[in-house]
């Protein structure tokens, strides 16, 4: 009996090795579908042997971004420059053995940066701490890929996330899956499935044990995305990259890497000569999607010099999350004024989606003690 990491191994070279089309479909769905249980079995494993002690690192501000990227691409230097913190760098890798973190204004806003070690290739497989770096990755609200114009092999950077269950710059597959404990499995869909048609869905199901409930797709899934709402512990996030040391680069070298990097559109910074911080910063504000929501009190004017800042699709309810917590039980109702507002101071619910500049007065349940904010 071979160890899991060589069958995990011998899966990964076979799926590489057969060609995709009509006839292997089904044998290289059920491949990647082992391959994912195999993935699960490790990291079940390294968890009860304590991996990833000591990386859990407290969040703070209003969102979190990662710097990812190879050893030595000048993470800790663009730390340094962009928040107060003091990240040890240096010309070799893994100087960064600790994951550190900085605070970034952005407007109203704070953003937590984590510098954190370098991936290698392999990091979902342990190697160069990889396993606790990933499990960090998973918790932030964006990554930030740092390049280097010397290696930019993107695509690695990336595969060794997706290993580690990271999907990026995608949504949630829209496939629901309800397992039962009897009754067979169903397989449904509201459009033509051209990856997983003919039960192939069904035999990918039961690679993970499922064999009873119903498979419902709203979407022309691929055989990834099935085993991705199957596998379950899968985080979606957004990222966005910057090529440093952009100083060192001729126009015919940007040229070039601008369409080796497609579709990714880097900003090309220096964090050693500080070109380029400015836009990136706006950047990472954009790709975090903050709006920033404006607090009237009953009567009085807004306070526009200090908005409470949530993100693209916060409701009220969110809102009333970063208020003092009697007004959040004792909230009647919400007035709006702003782009939200369907007319001007409409009243609205806890389920009500915020938008950029709104204004916002909390109504307080009558008999209540305090007035609002
Ligand atoms: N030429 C150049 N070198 C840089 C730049 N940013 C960082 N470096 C250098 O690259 C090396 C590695 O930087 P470091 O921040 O430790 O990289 P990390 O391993 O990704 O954290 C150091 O010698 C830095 O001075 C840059 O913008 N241009
Ligand atoms: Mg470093």
Known sequence: MSSLEDQITEIEDEIRRT??????????????AKLAVLRIERETRAKGKGGGVGYGVR??????VGLVGYPSVGKSTLLNRL?????????YDFTTLTIIP?????????????????????AAKGRGRGREVLSVVRSVDLILF??????????????????????INQRPPRIVVQRTDRGGLTVSSTVKLSHLAGGIAAQIAREFGVHNGSIVFREDATADQLIDVLAGNRVYLPAIAAVNKAELL????????????????????????????????????????????YMKPPGGPPDREEPLILRQGDTIDQLLARLPSDLGRTFKAAQVWG?????????????????????????IARGASRNAA
């Open 102 to 122: 900085g605070m970034l204004r952005w407007g109203g806003a704070s953003i937590q940066i984590l510098d954190m070690p370098g991936l290698v290739p392999g």
């Open 19 to 32: 060609n995709y089309n009509k006839a292997t479909q089904l044998h290289i769905g059920r491949l990647k």
């Open 250 to 293: 001729s126009p015919a070298d940007r040229a070039r890497l601008e369409a080796e990097l497609r579709p990714s559109v880097p900003t090309f910074i220096s964090a050693r000569s500080r070109i380029g911080l400015e836009e990136l910063v706006e950047g990472i504000g954009r790709a975090l999607r903050f709006i920033r929501i």
């Open 339 to 363: 782009p939200s507002a369907r007319f001007p101071g409409q009243t609205v619910g806890r389920e009500h989606v915020l938008a950029d500049e709104d204004v916002v007065t909390v109504v």
């Open 59 to 64: 969040k703070s501000g209003h969102a979190t």
């Open 83 to 91: 928040t107060a913190a003091e990240s040890e760098t240096g010309a």
């Open 146 to 167: 740092l390049i280097d114009p010397e290696h930019t092999n993107l695509r690695a950077l990336q595969a060794e996330l997706e290993g580690a269950g990271v999907r």
